[in-house]
Structures are given as C-alpha cells and as structure tokens.
C-alpha cells in the first residue's frame, strides 16, 4: 500500500482501503450502527446515512450527509450535459483516427505493482493518489490512475512488437486519482490518452504533440500554445539531477519542506513547486537542457526544428517537468486560455524506460493525456457550441383497452422504421398524454381510439403548427417518415 493512503478497513468481506468513507445504517430506533457487511443493512425501514470521515479529520466533527449523495469528488454527468461529452469524445474518436491512431481499452483496474514500477515510488501519484485495494483472492490492485503504464502492459503481453511500428493507439475513459476536490478536478475524471510505441523518431514527439493540437483547435480553443521541455535520460539524467542537488544545497535555509522531501526521492520536482518562498529559488535553477547527452540534445534540437518549420508556437519552459518517472527526453503540455489565465489541457511527453521498467524489453514510447472535464470546462468558458442530442420525434397516445396494445404495436414499427417514437404509459387521460407529448418537445402525437380503430384511419395531431390529419393506418409510418423527412436506413 502506497504511502499516505489511509487504511480505514470496514470489516467486510474484502477489507478495503480505498480512501476513507465508510458506509453506515443507522438503526433510528436502538441507535446502533452497521459496517457495510452488517446484516442490519439489509433490512427494511433503515434510515441511511452517511459519515465523511474525511470531513472528521478536517474539521474534527461528523458531517452526516444522506446516504443518496455521490463519494466526494465524483459527478454524475446529467442527460443535460451529455451533448458536450458526446460531441467531444467524437471528435476525439475522428481526429485521433485521422491520425492512423487505433482505439483500445485497457482494464479500469490493474496490479499495483504497474503503477509503483512504471509510474515511480516518490511521484504524488503513486504516493498519495492512488486507490489502492486487495480483492477477494488477496491481489493488490489499483484502479488505474493514468493510461500509459496500461497500455504500455498491453503492448508487452500482445507482443505488439511484431507489428508494424510505431504501434499507435488510444484510449478513453475514467481514470481516478485521490486527491483534493476542486474545479474541473474529480477523484473519478475522463481522460483521453494518446500512445505511440515502438519507435525513437523525433518527428513522432511532433505527431503525438500535433494531435493534440489539432483536437484543441477543432473544439474551437483560443490562445494554443506549446510549453515545451527535455529532461534528458538515464544517461544524462543523473548529472542534470546532480547539479541540481547542489544547486539547490546552497540555498536549504530557504526552501520549502516538500522541496525537501522532493530533493531526497525525485530532486526534478522541485522545479514545479508552486510555494512561493521557492519561487527566487527555481527562477535560478540550471536549466536541464544545457545538462543533456548528445542523443538527448539532438533528439530535442531535431524536434525544435520540425516545430519551427509546421509554424507552432512554443515557449521553452525550464520548470516543465511532469510528475511521472518515466518520463524521458520530451516533456510537453498544451496550454489554452481559460479564466482568464492560461491553463494546461493536457501533459505529456517520452517514455523510453517504462516498458523495461516493467520488466519487458526496450520499446521507446510518447504520448498525452488530456481530462475531458477539464476540456468541457475550458469549452464552456470559451462558448464553444455543441449540437444537441436526437430528441423524440412522435408520442404515441391511446384511449382505451384495444387502442393502447394496437399503440404498443405502432410505437415498435415506427422505431423500426427509423422513427424515434414514445408511447405514453399508465393509461393516463387523452389530455395528459398530449400535454405529456406537448413537454417532450414531439412533432406529432398519433391518438388510436376506438373509433379510429374502427375507421382504419388515425388522427395525427401536429404538435408545432397546430391543426389536426386523419391518415389511413396503413400509410401512417410512410405519412410521418415523409413529413419527418426520415430516410430509409437512418
Ligand atoms: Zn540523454
Ligand atoms: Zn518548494
């Protein structure tokens, strides 16, 4: 279990530790509490709730909240919100497949040892953020905390080094980290991550870089920008770390205490602190790319270039170095304007060592990750429009026995013939059900009654215009698909 992750272990049938919520019955009447695998929990005429443990250590007190209220940091992305995920994930789907990229999906859950191997002991992730957990046969898992340590595992269990390289892949979906709940940040979150592997190419750090750019600048983002950095390898890694040691030894008396701790086990990091008594500090810093061997200073020289001659900007940024161990050479992130600040969208980078790492041969690698919320966010906030999601088309209305099982038959064939149609359900009056349809946003509402059944015909009411057609059943489907304008096969 990492460092840091606090072991609050219901007992149940398979001790968790995942964070530090428990779930409680409270027995109103004799109240006595229930763990989760208590029998009490099962039985009717419960009051449920739930106590934030977290919020105990913050504040020293129980907040009880009810038991229907979502773990913190996670959201439920409403029906309301859906247009903006499904526009974004589609564009990400067409873009990426633009680019030879294949989707793949890799378990939302892994051995842990992936992550403490391939992300890094020493990394907040690994050390503080992780969910970590034993199941039932006693494997330490972890839900995945990022994509590419997975992936890079497939590409190795696959034998994806027979194919044709680079391999490019990518995947989208949640990913979870345990951290502090703020804007645009959830403990579960989305992400989409970008993998090229198999090949050392510079022009590929430009290929992975330009999808990037090209699904930001699709989504309509101003103010795209590059920050841009190469923090070297094994080779020459350990000299620039050297120096920065040193560096950093003159001036002990004035740093923070993370820089301490991160000058013991990831000395790098120290140049993304954000205290402020650090800030002289890091703005002094020997920079890594004056430290690199000459494969890494050709690789980033290279890379430049190719930048320079396709017209992207780029700032060097020194203090780049992102979080995770594995990366190697090119660091990189997507900045774009949001609030009124730059932000990144997205972070990534080379990673040459991490298949070996996890004990598998060399296969060099680059690739990002980008958070979808974080995307929405900073589409919203620029006034990005989405196109709304199909809405239904015809409500079905009945009034009687005979009338709502014929409905039930009409609604089917309606949808089979491309139709999005709703029935009206719980034999409610002919009023409600036309004020039902007159709510759902339909064009028409079909009313079957008796009489219509009768006569052959039914009634189409026209929920925009107004007014009233009597349409012969057996034309009705070809009636609304012509003024529907439905085509055959949609
Ligand atoms: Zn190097
Ligand atoms: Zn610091």
Not at 55 to 81: F, M, N
Not at 175 to 189: K, L, S, T, V
Not at 461 to 482: N, R, T
Request: charged share 25%; proline share 5%; aromatic share 8%.
């Amino acid at each position: 279990m990492g460092k840091g992750t606090v072991a609050k272990v219901c007992r149940g049938p398979a001790s968790i530790d995942v964070g530090s919520l428990c779930v409680h019955a409270v027995d109103s009447d004799a109240g006595l509490r229930y763990n989760r695998s208590g029998e009490g929990l099962r039985q009717a005429r419960k009051r449920f709730s739930v106590v934030d443990e977290e919020s105990v250590e913050e504040h020293g007190q129980a907040r009880e909240e009810l038991l229907y209220t979502a773990p913190r940091g996670t959201q439920d992305i409403l029906p309301g919100e859906q247009p903006y995920w499904q526009y974004v994930e589609e564009r990400i789907h067409t873009i990426a497949q633009l680019y030879g990229y294949q989707p793949m999906d890799v378990p939302v859950f892994e051995r842990m040892a992936i992550y403490v191997q391939g992300v890094g002991q020493g990394t907040d992730i690994v050390d503080r953020e992780m969910y970590c957990f034993r199941d039932r046969g006693g494997e330490e898992l972890a839900l995945r905390p990022e994509f590419t340590a997975g992936v890079v595992r497939a590409y190795l269990e696959h034998g994806m080094h027979v194919l044709p390289q680079p391999v490019k892949l990518y995947c989208v979906g949640p990913a979870f980290r345990y951290e502090r709940p703020q804007a645009g940040r959830y403990r579960q979150h989305y992400q989409v991550s970008v993998e090229a592997l198999g090949e050392q190419d510079p022009a590929l750090d430009l290929e992975v870089m330009s999808v990037a750019w090209h699904i930001y600048d699709d989504l309509g983002f101003r103010g795209l920008s590059f920050q841009l950095n190469s923090i070297g390898c094994p080779r020459c890694r350990p000299g620039y770390a050297h120096v920065l040691r040193s560096y950093y030894g003159h001036h002990r008396g004035e740093i923070c205490q993370d820089c301490h701790r991160r000058l013991e086990v990831n000395p790098l990091r120290v140049l993304d602190c954000k205290a402020t008594r650090c800030q002289p500090i890091v703005a002094g810093a020997p920079h890594s790319s004056d430290f690199l061997c000459e494969e890494c200073r050709e690789h980033f020289a290279t890379l430049l270039g190719y930048l320079d001659h396709l017209g992207r900007p780029y700032t060097l940024n020194h203090r780049l170095v992102r979080g995770l161990d594995y990366y190697t050479k090119t660091v990189f992130e997507v900045w774009a304007e949001e609030i009124g600040a730059q932000n990144a969208v997205c972070g990534g980078g080379r990673y040459d060592t991490l298949a070996e790492s996890l004990g598998g041969p060399h296969v060099p690698g680059v690739g990002f990750g980008s958070g979808l919320e974080r995307i929405i966010l900073t589409m919203k906030w620029q006034g990005g429009q989405v196109p709304h999601l199909p809405e239904p088309q015809v409500m079905i209305t009945y009034v009687g026995a005979e009338p709502k099982a014929a409905s039930l038959t009409l609604v089917n064939e309606l949808r089979v013939a491309g139709i999005r149609a709703q029935t009206s359900f719980g034999d409610r009056s002919l009023r409600a059900q036309l004020r039902q349809a007159d709510r759902t946003g339909v064009a028409y509402a079909v009313i079957l009654g008796e009489e219509e059944l009768r006569s052959g015909q039914v009634a189409v009411k026209d929920m925009i215009a107004g007014g009233q057609h009597l349409v012969p059943s057996e034309s009705i489907i070809d009636w609304l698909k012509a003024h529907l304008g439905v085509n055959e096969g949609t």
